[in-house]
């Protein structure tokens, strides 16, 4: 079992407008403030396009899957955006394992912006395959 405090791969993301364009397609959000820089800065007062909030928490399920192991198990995973990040921005999904009971561990996970401030906040639980 790993230890509590040991960290997830971090990864990276900075986001363009032709990402955030399709990931709206896919998800047919038809939200302005992704896709139309005049009406987000002059309408909604942000001075870039906003990354979607369902979009961050992608990544951070992304983070988790990538460090899973074959055959582990993701039981729980919710996510809170708790601040706007911006099309440009450089963004840092990352985790740590928080506690682990038996099998079952727990992480706590976080997007950060390049000012280190979190822009979406995570946790999840797996459970680890019984051969690990």
Known sequence: MPPVGQALPERRFTP???????YNAAIWNPHRIHYDLPYTQQQEDHPA???DGPLQGDWLTQL???WMGEGDELLAFGYSNRR???????LVARGEVSAVD???????????????????????TVRRAACR
């Open 16 to 22: 363009g407008t032709v990402q955030l364009f399709l």
């Open 49 to 51: 396009l906003l990354v």
């Open 64 to 66: 988790i899957y990538d």
């Open 84 to 90: 706007a990040a911006y099309v440009g921005d450089e």
């Open 102 to 124: 038996g099998e079952r561990i727990t992480l706590a996970l976080q997007v950060l912006n390049g000012q280190g401030r979190a822009t979406t906040l995570g946790h999840a």
